[in-house]
């Protein structure tokens, strides 16, 4: 099974500032798909964004970007400009591109993002 | 939200009880899971269906018990509640959005085991 590491248990960033949450992983595929996803007090799981092994290029979505080094096996989640309602847990993900196990996603231990006034 | 829902949203129990929980989805997913979120694990996976009456383990299946009877149906059972099974219970199904799979989940289900 692949695994899937949150070194930062919690972080703390200003209101308007920049912060980035960690996420390593192992793995012995070429092809993959990565994930960020975003809980916020109310429990709702909510996909932030998507990246794919084989696409250099790193994903952003409005405030969000990742900084995927795939030889590093990292994948890290920057949130610019960071505002009251990102404060949330954060959970990496990985998942297979391999035809039996496209199913099957793993999860990191999440990393609690406070965002300060 | 993919229109997933869990009832109930929180029960407690005694230990020793059974408990059901139930997933419930609108958009004939093929694919349904049961994870639980327990602090510093992140979601650890129970147990998944890949068809009506087709189940497999995850990695924390027991003492968990699942069926799918309908597309639209998953059901978590507790044969015998224990105080280690108080957790929130997340189902999940898997979408598809172009070549992309990415799994949307429910509201969640906060279980009490005392």
């Known amino acids: 099974a692949q695994t899937v590491t949150q070194s930062q248990p919690e972080m703390s960033v200003q209101e308007a500032e920049t912060v980035t949450l960690s996420c390593t992983y192992d793995t012995s595929e070429s092809d993959y798909y990565l994930f960020w996803y975003k809980q916020p007090p109310s429990r709702q799981m909510i996909l932030v964004i998507r990246?794919?092994?084989?696409?250099?290029q790193n994903a952003t979505e409005n405030r969000f970007s990742v900084n995927f080094q795939k030889a590093a096996k990292s994948f890290s989640l920057k949130i610019s400009d960071s505002q009251l309602g990102d404060a949330a847990m954060y959970f990496c993900?990985?998942?297979?591109?391999?035809?039996?196990?496209?199913?099957?996603?793993?999860f990191g231990s999440g990393t609690k993002l406070n965002v300060k006034p | 939200d993919a229109g997933i829902t869990q009832s109930p949203r929180h029960k407690v129990t005694e230990t020793g009880t059974p408990v059901t929980l139930r997933c419930h989805q609108t958009?004939?997913?093929?694919?349904m899971y049961w994870y639980r979120q327990d602090p510093g694990h992140g979601l650890r996976l129970i147990h998944y269906s890949y068809g009506v009456k087709d189940t497999d383990k995850g990695e924390v299946s027991d003492g968990y018990s699942v069926s799918r009877s309908k597309t639209e149906d998953f059901l978590l059972t507790l044969e015998s509640a224990t105080s280690s099974q108080t957790s929130v219970y997340f189902c999940a199904i898997l979408g598809r959005t172009g070549v992309n799979y990415e799994q949307y989940f429910g509201p969640g289900t906060r279980l009490t085991v005392t």
């Open positions: 993900a990985y998942r297979s591109s391999d035809q039996y196990n496209f199913n099957k996603f793993y």
């Open positions: 958009e004939n997913h093929r694919y």
């Open positions: 990246q794919e092994a084989y696409k250099q």
